[in-house]
């Protein structure tokens, strides 16, 4: 099993450029998760997803769009990157509220210059 | 507002025992949870409180006290491998992770 991957791993940005990071789950996951994560500051949630077919926003989701169009993929979009989206991104999945434990994916490190 | 709070940096000895505090306020409470974050990877889970008191798993222990809205983890018979960010996040009353900003533990020999 491969459970929670990223891609790409790395990537850098001019300001305005768009891209797109693909997560992909094999773990059957109904819930699965885009946070950001900054020097200093806790994981803040962009969007989430609760099953196939349906999205909502987190806390920070200004700038970014995401789709669910099959349960194992949760894309995450930006249209026209900005400096401030330079963060690590992770993705993660659960199987539910309950026990709220996720599984991270591996981390995509995004530089917008 | 929301918040989690832990401190920022801890130093401790290998063999040693350490412990990592968390002060929360939240609207709501679904359980707390630790993960271990090593330097460029992914958190990953260690473990879960949602009533008072002490779990304990091998090495590592955690204990809540909801009237407190306080949790510690503690690290028994430290390793160099334990050096690590841990990551306290409390779940909220709409099951929201809310997340602090972690405390690196920096481990000497």
């Known amino acids: 099993n491969a459970g929670v991957t990223q891609t790409p791993k790395f990537r850098v940005l001019k300001t305005g450029q768009s891209m797109t990071l693909l997560c992909a789950q094999d773990?059957?996951?109904?819930?699965m998760y885009w946070y950001r994560q900054d020097p200093g500051m806790g994981l803040r949630l962009i969007h989430y997803?609760?099953?196939?077919?349906?999205?909502a926003k987190g806390e920070v989701p200004d700038g970014y769009n995401v789709s669910r169009l099959k349960k194992q993929n949760f894309l995450l979009g930006l249209e026209s990157a900005a400096p401030s989206q330079t963060s690590v991104y992770f993705c993660?999945?659960?199987?539910?509220?309950?026990?709220?434990?996720?599984?991270f994916g591996e981390g995509s490190r995004l530089t917008v210059l | 507002g929301q918040n989690i709070d832990q401190p920022t940096e801890m130093t401790a000895t290998e063999g040693a025992i350490v412990q990592i505090n968390c002060t929360y306020q939240?609207?709501?409470?679904?359980?707390l949870f630790w993960y271990q974050q090593h330097a460029g990877e992914a958190p990953t889970f260690l473990s879960y409180n949602v009533l008072d008191g002490l779990e304990e798993k091998g090495r590592f222990s955690s204990f809540l006290s909801r009237s407190k809205g306080y949790s510690y983890l503690l690290l028994k018979e430290l390793q160099m491998k334990d050096s690590a960010s841990y990551l306290c996040?409390?779940?909220?009353?709409?099951?929201?992770?809310?997340w602090g900003a972690g405390t690196k533990l920096i481990i000497k020999p």
């Open positions: 773990m059957n996951h109904e819930y």
């Open positions: 993660a999945g659960g199987t539910g509220k309950d026990t709220g434990e996720l599984f």
């Open positions: 997803s609760v099953g196939e077919g349906t999205t």
């Open positions: 996040a409390v779940s909220d009353s709409n099951y929201q992770l809310i």
């Open positions: 939240t609207s709501g409470f679904n359980g």
